[in-house]
């Protein structure tokens, strides 16, 4: 099916390709019925297009660029569609329109890993909506939506939606399919009993107030030597991890805040990056931390500081806290957030963790591994306004083309295809997807009986459009060929033996439930279309 060329390039051989064309003909039957016109556009791409958008800052490294040479190679095509249509869309009576292609893209991956799933080429099909105002886009996002779960339906695929980042996409909103899979590159948050599904990024959960102690203690300054952690702090202090407050200081827009934490949460920098809106933010360095705050990691803290502070909503109310006391090797405890504290504001911004309880139903909730099989998102205007692509209205009026953008990794769908379909001798495909329906199994080539039975059947099943894979090989044992066929996993197995051809009959195995059963050969052609389901 496939070889691997370098990390993260593969080949794709006969097997893997007819894979990748019934799943492309799946999608193009899907993206068709929605009214999407096919494309197909240049995977290099000039650099000056990318720059209008900033996109080749935001995209950083694993952008390719061609050496010594004002050009890139795609990765996704956004720009290109909104050039396109800055030149051919002039009124409003040319919306809506739904532009897509299938196409080669690239990545440059620091470490490509799982196969397929996370490579620098790879081949997906990227769709893009056209329309004159967001109320138009929702209707073309629920169409590709809908589209997606057909596509994926079709495959065979047993997926979930969850709510994702824009991430460098941009825009307002954004979707992706998932499968779950110990093998997925993403994180997942989800709820059997409501149906509450979330990428980590962005998921949330029903936090618990918390619980103020009676009284809060008065401001003390406590000497914690070689303390770096809240565990080593918890430790020294003989107190439970939740009465710490962990400090961490970023950057926004060159501008440094800080960040508190309950215990040892840690930070989730898309939800806080999502709560400050517009701009870039990262971790403070730690040669700038002792300039920003007087002291070292470990010992950075709320009290007396200029910093605007940034607290995970967990931690509104709270009292008696300990937390650093911006002075090495010294820390605060008696820290009364509603008292002590003013410059603050309260964000979810942890990441929730297994057993939480659902923001819906209060359930508790899945954090699963999961492949991301599609990702759907709302655009907006950011890059028809970068490349001039407008629209006149009824007044003459002109406006920016309102955008959404929607990809689908086609490789992946296989990947995800023999994930949930295997058992220990090899993969089993659905009939629907595999690459071959029947794998014709000649058990003893030698015999010429045999030979010329399978050549006959052979020639019968091409004519009447099922598709066969003929093992005619002489070399070897018939337990070899039986072993390689579970292997490869074609739903049905015909198979030619001296012993049921002297009775006229030939075996046919089902690959899912390693049944069988035994058919007169007149009759094979027509079994084998009913259990297709061919006319």
């Not at 051989?13 to 899907?30: A, Q, S, T």
């Not at 890059?383 to 689908?408: N, T």
């Amino acid at each position: 099916m496939i070889r691997p060329l370098a990390a993260g390039i593969y080949s794709f051989l006969p097997f893997g390709y007819r894979m990748i064309k019934k799943v492309c003909e799946i999608i193009r039957r899907e993206m068709d019925a929605i009214g999407g016109q096919e494309f197909h556009l240049p995977a290099l791409n000039p650099k000056e297009i990318w720059e209008k958008t900033g996109r080749v800052e935001a995209f950083g490294d694993i952008l390719f660029h061609v050496k010594n040479r004002d050009y890139v190679l795609a990765p996704t095509h956004e720009e290109i569609i909104a050039e396109i249509a800055a030149n051919h869309v002039k009124s409003y009576r040319d919306l809506p329109q739904i532009w897509y292609q299938i196409q080669t893209k690239f990545r440059n991956e620091p470490r490509p890993r799982s196969g397929v799933i996370r490579g620098r080429q790879f081949l997906m099909k990227d769709s893009y909506s056209l329309d004159r105002d967001w109320e138009g886009l929702d209707k073309s996002y629920e169409l590709h939506a809908e589209a997606y779960r057909k596509i994926f339906s079709a495959c065979k695929l047993k997926f979930f939606e969850v709510g994702a980042s824009s991430g460098a996409m941009g825009g307002t909103g954004s979707q992706e399919f998932m499968v779950e899979s110990e093998a997925g590159e993403d994180t997942c948050v989800i709820c059997d009993n409501c149906g509450y599904a979330a990428n980590v990024e962005i998921a949330k959960a029903n936090s618990t107030p918390y619980k103020r102690d009676d009284n809060s203690e008065s401001l003390k300054e406590i000497h914690t030597p070689n303390v770096k952690t809240i565990d080593e702090l918890a430790e020294f202090l003989k107190i439970p991890t939740t009465k710490c407050a962990k400090s961490r200081v970023y950057i926004h827009n060159d501008t440094p805040f800080l960040v508190l934490m309950l215990g040892n949460d840690e930070v989730n920098e898309e939800k806080l990056r999502i709560a400050l809106g517009a701009g870039k933010i990262r971790p403070a360095h730690p040669e700038e931390l002792s300039e920003i705050t007087g002291a070292d990691a470990g010992s950075i803290g709320p009290i007396e500081t200029n910093l605007q502070i940034i607290a995970d909503i967990k931690l509104k109310g709270a009292n008696n806290m300990v937390s650093g006391a911006n002075k090495n090797d010294y820390h605060i405890s008696g820290i009364d957030f509603d008292r002590d504290l003013s410059n603050i504001k309260y964000y979810d911004i942890h990441y929730v963790q297994e057993g939480d309880l659902c923001v819906n139903c209060k359930s508790p909730l899945r954090v699963v591994k999961a492949i991301e099989l599609g990702h759907i998102f709302k655009l907006g205007t950011k890059y028809s306004e970068a490349l001039g692509a407008k629209f006149l209205d009824e007044k003459g009026e002109e406006h920016p083309i309102v955008m959404g953008s929607y990809g689908i990794g086609v490789e992946r769908i296989i990947a995800c295809l023999i994930e949930q379909n295997h058992d220990e001798k090899g993969i089993i495909w659905p009939k629907e997807i595999a690459p071959f329906q029947v794998h014709l199994i000649g058990v003893n080539m030698k015999n010429d009986e045999i030979r010329s039975t399978c050549e006959k059947l052979y020639f019968e099943m091409n004519e009447s459009d099922i598709e066969v894979l003929y093992d005619d090989r002489e070399d070897v044992s018939a337990g070899y060929k039986f072993n390689d066929a579970d292997l490869i996993g074609i739903p049905l197995q015909v198979i030619v033996g001296e012993k049921n051809l002297a009775k006229n009959k030939v075996e046919i195995k089902y690959r899912a439930t390693g049944n069988k059963k035994l058919v007169e050969i007149g009759l094979l052609i027509r079994t084998l279309q009913d259990e297709l389901f061919l006319p």
